[in-house]
């Protein structure tokens, strides 16, 4: 079972900064299987990034998706105030057939 | 506009059963793979179980096999969860999430979720 690790815990950053949050896999994923999250208070996720590196549809250009193996990264280039929120990356692991969650970055206003 | 609406949730003595139902509009139900993810109360995201599009392969999370039955009707556009044995750790709220077919795995719909509290 593969085990996906989030860093930090908490990031503490001010609108207009950029924000570097890491997601590492304790085995190798496929970039097909990595996509990212973002959660707001009281709301259902919302889908970022799959494919490691593909925007959903409707997400601004400031978020991107990068990595390889067991490294991931998700990048918001100028934060925006409707930014702060919880971040997860996912993978789909085929043995056994099962998705996995990181433990989530909080993303707040320093 | 897609749209997918849990229901079914409520407050459960340990030991009891529920079940959660998923309706689905906006989009053709048939053609996209179905999830169930929960939350527990201030905790992270967890991964329940999976359906394939015509209902023919399912997997569960250990935490839930055995227990839990993930099912779909695509004449009904509805996906279920039926839950037995429930236990205290089952508390959260639970998701049904969109999975596009074919070779990138994601969920890209997500419903509001329907809370499920299991305490006597």
């Known amino acids: 079972e593969i085990v996906l690790t989030q860093s930090p815990g908490t990031l503490s950053l001010s609108p207009g900064e950029r924000a570097t949050l890491s997601c590492r896999a304790s085995?190798?994923?496929?970039?097909?299987?990595l996509a990212w999250y973002q959660q707001k208070p009281g709301q259902a996720p919302r889908l970022l990034i799959y494919?490691?590196?593909s925007r959903a549809t409707g997400i601004p250009d400031r978020f991107s998706g990068s990595g390889s193996g067991t490294d991931f990264t998700l990048t918001i280039s100028r934060l925006e105030p409707e930014d702060f929120a919880v971040y997860y990356c996912?993978?789909?692991?085929?043995?056994?057939?099962?998705?996995?969650f990181g433990q989530g970055t909080k993303l707040e206003i320093k | 506009e897609v749209q997918l609406v849990e229901s079914g949730g409520g407050l459960v003595q340990p030991g009891g059963s529920l079940r959660l139902s998923c309706a689905a509009s906006?989009?053709?139900?048939?053609?996209?793979?179905m999830n169930w993810v929960r939350q527990a109360p201030g905790k992270g995201l967890e991964w329940v179980s999976y359906?394939?599009?015509?209902?023919?392969?399912?997997y569960y999370a250990d935490s839930v096999k055995g227990r839990f039955t993930i099912s779909r009707d695509n004449a009904k556009n509805s996906l279920y969860l039926q839950m037995n044995s429930l236990r205290a750790e089952d508390t959260a709220v639970y998701y049904c999430?969109?999975?596009?077919?074919?070779?990138?795995?994601?969920?890209?719909?997500w419903g509001q979720g329907t809370l499920v509290t299991v305490s006597s």
């Open positions: 999430a969109r999975a596009p077919r074919g070779r990138l795995r994601y969920f890209d719909s």
């Open positions: 906006g989009f053709t139900f048939s053609s996209y793979e």
């Open positions: 359906i394939s599009s015509s209902g023919s392969t399912i």
């Open positions: 085995q190798s994923v496929s970039s097909s299987y």
């Open positions: 494919g490691a590196s």
């Open positions: 996912q993978q789909y692991g085929s043995s056994p057939p099962m998705y996995s």
